[in-house]
């Protein structure tokens, strides 16, 4: 156990206080202290390795400092602004951190006595606040004692259930009669990858039953590959649906399974009180937290299926905040599934545990075509000129200045820019530098003001913070673009993008730091695309699952007479909705029409309801709801006849379940190709200079895994059939039809 760890498990006591104050970067921290460290005597020993045992458990960790000269002990802790506002359960944990690495150095050297020193470092004065106090041995001890005392009740009983989890896993059963037809192929590669320590990519069809094919091989592995933990990671809410579905699957058919499955959710769904602040003085649930937080989680421990529902209920029971204790319980459970954003994104909790901590984890990624747009939406970062002269215009009067010098340098970018959008293959450097100053006025103005730390001017400053981290990391898989508007007048604004386009240097740690990463979804061709893309290792292992269904079973249809572009759009309507109809009319049931904006889907729906009212019709509207979402799929009944119209790409265009009479058919009028516009015609550049494939790579290869996945939806299981129509001239050429699934019998 890591001397943090243990302390911040047994010493935490209070309010949890999530008041923001701007703190030191890393780098500041270690430039902290650096300098801390100079101005010791010459024996000054830093980053002292200090171990312990007691009983069964053993404690680590490293000192900041030890003086050998004065026989004192340092913990460094940087900070800026006001010493005084640091919370006093802090403060206590801090000196619990530096007593317990009191007694490992009196055990190391021997000594009867030491001084401990909590040296706090302000990083803009480059003063020291230092508090130092002599303890005796002895009393250090007892100390010490005491906290592993404290844990290790905690531990004995985590090992218990590890052990009896473990042993219950290599005896796991599959939780179905049998496998379906793929589903064994696909639960054997996974077991291969995580025996060999490799990243797997899995292309297997819809219907098959991947996740608990994916799920169940892991969980064999738990004991062999001494993993602890399973991570599963998806893009949407449905994929984490269906991974609860496949632990109660599993608990149904062993009832006895020690397995904790934790769901983890976002923070605004969590949130009890989402008009209070996430500190003691404003929420009832942060007041105390931490004196309760060991009742609540001991009672968490006790439920196996910690999803939203039953984590809310305990935390309720116990007067403690849902959200902050599921963050809590992710180090305690087996099975988490979480976004992914959980893992990918820079400041990840579930990464950064598992390198804290040193887990041994494996992987799996759901849906991992959607990974490529979510990466690249982590590692972005924008900046609105127009906030920023709202702001500058507000300020208080100590910001006025770095925000007016911000504006200028952000000006003289428009001078060169004669096009309403322009691309550039560097950095705005000088815009940069004053950025940089302007953050660090910022972060000075709330150390000084607390109060402050609401609205715009908060949210101003976490943008510009991301642009300033994002801009650090800008090489040849960025752009960087300025979008002008005109105003009134000869008044201009602008949208500053450091644009990700190639995602692969940020998610190859994260893959490569798993046991095994495994990533899997019904559409990952072409294989070098996303294998490019998603930054996988050259040894990554890849399995093509077989489908488990006939070509009978599915009738997919070009219909190559009708052109569903932009400047067709108007002549599509007519022969469009003839065919629906047609197709309706030759055999009634539920259906699924897919277009590519709302726009084009109601100008459809509109003219099918005109022509032929009898048709029932439901539609996806913009920013549905999930509890709207829910709604719209509940009118897939069985007994139901009638179209739904939704986007290409959108909320029902995969991930969804509807088997049998469910769903009979498909309607997809659109090739899925992304917008034509500046932004992807920059990406098809910067594509093509790197892997020589820019239209492909940007257009054709995304817009076709939409088309599959929503085609996916018709055929669910052995048993269903189903008819596809594709509806554009384009589905016709060579190149586009063989990249459709090798199974279809295309006519």
Not at 523 to 546: F, I, N, Q
Not at 587 to 610: C, I, M, R, T
Request: proline residues 5%; glycine residues 6%; aromatic residues 10%.
């Amino acid at each position: 156990m890591a001397v943090r760890a243990l302390c911040e498990f047994t010493a935490k006591v209070g309010d949890l206080d999530l008041r923001f104050t701007p703190s030191p970067s890393a780098q500041e921290g270690i430039v902290g202290h650096r300098t801390v460290a100079s101005r010791r005597s010459a024996h000054y020993q830093n980053e002292v390795a200090l171990e312990g045992e007691y009983l069964q458990l053993k404690v680590r960790g490293r000192a900041d400092g030890y003086d050998p000269d004065a026989n004192r002990l340092e913990e460094v802790k940087t900070y800026r602004g006001d010493l005084d506002a640091l919370p006093a359960n802090h403060r206590q944990l801090h000196w619990a951190q530096v007593k317990v690495y009191g007694w490992l150095m009196c055990q190391k050297l021997g000594l009867d006595a030491i001084d401990l020193a909590l040296v706090y470092f302000d990083i803009v004065g480059e003063g020291e606040t230092l508090l130092n106090q002599r303890y005796p041995a002895a009393e250090l001890e007892v100390f010490f004692n005491q906290q592993c005392a404290l844990f290790l009740g905690w531990a004995t009983q985590e090992m218990q259930h590890r052990d009896a989890r473990n042993s219950a896993a290599s005896t796991l059963a599959f939780p179905h009669a049998a496998f379906r037809p793929g589903q064994r192929v696909l639960a054997e590669s996974v077991y291969k990858a995580v025996s060999t320590g490799r990243c797997l990519m899995a292309q297997a069809p819809t219907g098959i039953g991947k996740t608990v094919g994916t799920i169940f091989p892991l969980l064999k592995a738990l004991a062999p590959q001494q993993l602890d933990k399973v991570l599963f990671l998806t893009a949407k809410t449905p994929g984490r649906k269906l991974a609860l579905d496949a632990a109660q699957v599993l608990y149904d058919s062993h009832p006895d399974l020690p397995l904790r499955v934790l769901e983890l959710v976002a923070r605004d769904k969590a949130c009890e009180h989402l008009d209070k602040a996430c500190h003691g003085d404003s929420c009832p649930l942060a007041k105390g937290f931490y004196d309760r937080l060991p009742a609540a989680r001991e009672a968490a421990s006790q439920v196996r299926l910690l999803d939203q529902r039953n984590l809310r209920e305990v935390a309720l029971a116990h007067d403690v905040c849902p959200y902050y204790l599921s963050q809590e319980m992710a180090r305690w459970t087996d099975l988490v599934v979480a976004d992914y954003n959980y893992y990918f994104d820079f400041g990840a909790m579930l990464f950064g545990l598992a390198q804290l901590n040193q887990w041994r984890v494996a992987v799996l990624v759901d849906e991992a075509h959607n990974l490529v747009e979510r990466a690249r939406a982590m590692y972005s970062a924008s900046l609105d000129q127009y906030s920023l002269k709202t702001l500058r215009d507000t300020a208080p009067e100590a910001l006025k200045k770095p925000l007016q010098r911000l504006n200028r340098e952000w000006n003289a970018l428009h001078k060169e820019q004669l096009a309403p959008y322009q691309a550039y293959a560097t950095r705005p450097d000088k815009l940069l530098q004053a950025l940089s100053l302007c953050t660090g006025a910022l972060g000075d103005y709330f150390n000084d003001h607390p109060e402050s730390l609401t609205g715009d001017l908060q949210a101003f400053y976490f943008e510009a913070l991301q642009f300033a981290k994002v801009a650090e990391l800008f090489n040849e898989h960025f752009i960087f673009d300025i979008s002008k508007r005109q105003f009134s007048g000869k008044r201009s604004s602008s949208t500053l993008c450091l644009r990700n386009v190639v995602p692969a240097e940020f998610l190859r740690p994260r893959l490569t730091a798993a046991r095994s990463s495994v990533l899997f979804s019904a559409t990952l061709s072409p294989r070098r695309y996303y294998a490019d893309l998603l930054g996988l290792p050259p040894d990554t292992a890849w399995v093509d699952v077989e489908s488990p269904f006939k070509a009978e079973q599915l009738t997919v249809r070009i219909v190559d007479q009708v052109s569903t572009r932009f400047a067709h759009r108007e002549a599509s309507l007519a022969p469009i909705v003839a065919l629906i109809a047609a197709q309706f009319a030759k055999k009634p049931g539920n259906y699924l029409a897919f277009f590519s904006s709302f726009d084009y889907l109601q100008q459809v729906a509109q003219l099918l309801a005109e022509t032929h009212p009898h048709i029932a019709l439901w539609q996806q509207s913009r920013g549905m709801a999930e509890a709207e979402r829910q709604a719209f799929l509940d009118q897939f009944t069985e007994h139901s006849q009638g179209i739904g119209f939704a986007v290409l790409g959108g909320a029902f265009g995969e991930g969804i379940d509807l088997p049998g009479a469910r769903l009979i058919g498909a309607f997809v009028a659109t090739l899925g190709l992304p917008q034509l516009n500046p932004v992807n015609e920059q990406m098809k550049l910067r594509m093509g200079a790197i892997f020589g494939a820019g239209y492909d790579y940007t257009y054709l290869y995304p817009g076709l895994q939409k088309v599959v996945q929503a085609a996916g939806r018709v055929i669910r299981s052995q048993q269903d059939e189903g008819v596809v129509m594709l509806i554009d001239d384009r589905f016709g050429e060579p190149r586009v039809r063989q990249l459709l699934p090798q199974w279809w019998a295309v006519g």
